[in-house]
């Protein structure tokens, strides 16, 4: 079964202190993997895609990264405003009607 | 700017009613989704459509239709409402031919069924 899991579920941080959020996905081919935010309240934000694993993409003070098994959410420095839901999805190779599949999330919490 | 209209934000409905939640977009993009969210299981599609006239089924389809009568609108309906179906719903939509394939979502209707 095709699946996505995100780790950890929840993150605290101090302001300042660099850390990585993790995306496993278990698929049957990967055609892109994809990365959001998510205010409370709110819908989810865009922020990546990536399609080959090495490829690295940066805004900001985020980093996504991506192998053959798994998309890392780096974030540098983070402030205050970077708290937030991330939410990680993957399309398959095999998709022709662009049904993504998300994961549940990792609610990030930055303190000053 | 609009984007992603939805309406109604917020609900509270009796079990077994109609509910259609509305949305509308001015992108005039080709394909749109509904989603829904609910906590631990993150967003789930229920029913999309690529293009105007046309539409398909998502992961959890049962319960609920949509129609795709032109490229603006995408409203899902609810024949009668259970108790299951309280979630956040999100309606989204996306340009075909874009390099980053990205979703543009709406707020959010928040459905509670009693």
């Known amino acids: 079964e095709d699946q996505v899991t995100q780790s950890p579920e929840a993150l605290r941080l101090q302001e300042g202190e660099s850390s990585s959020l993790n995306c496993s996905y278990t698929?049957?081919?990967?055609?892109?993997l994809f990365w959001y935010r998510q205010d409370p309240g709110k819908g989810p934000e865009f922020l990546f895609t990536?399609?080959?694993a090495g490829e690295e993409k940066e805004k900001e003070r985020l980093k996504a990264t991506l192998t053959k098994k798994e998309s890392f959410l780096h974030i540098t420095a983070p402030k205050p405003e970077d708290s937030a839901t991330y939410l990680c999805a993957v399309r398959l190779m095999m998709d022709s009607s662009y049904k993504l599949i998300f994961g549940s999330g990792t609610r990030l919490l930055v303190r000053p | 700017i609009a984007g992603i209209t939805q309406a109604p934000t917020s609900q509270i409905l009796a079990a077994g009613r109609r509910m259609t939640l509305r949305c509308t977009q001015d992108?005039?993009?080709?394909?749109m989704y509904w989603y829904r969210q609910d906590l631990g299981l993150g967003l789930r599609l229920i029913h999309y459509s690529n293009t105007a006239g046309t539409t398909g089924k998502g992961e959890v389809p049962d319960g609920y239709s949509v129609s795709r009568a032109n490229t603006d609108d995408f409203p899902l309906t609810l024949a009668s409402a259970v108790p299951s179906q309280t979630s956040v719903y999100f309606c989204a939509s996306r340009a075909q031919g874009s390099g980053t394939g990205e979703l543009f979502f709406g707020e959010g209707s928040r459905l509670t069924v009693l």
């Open positions: 992108m005039r993009h080709n394909a």
């Open positions: 698929v049957s081919g990967l055609r892109g």
């Open positions: 990536l399609y080959s």
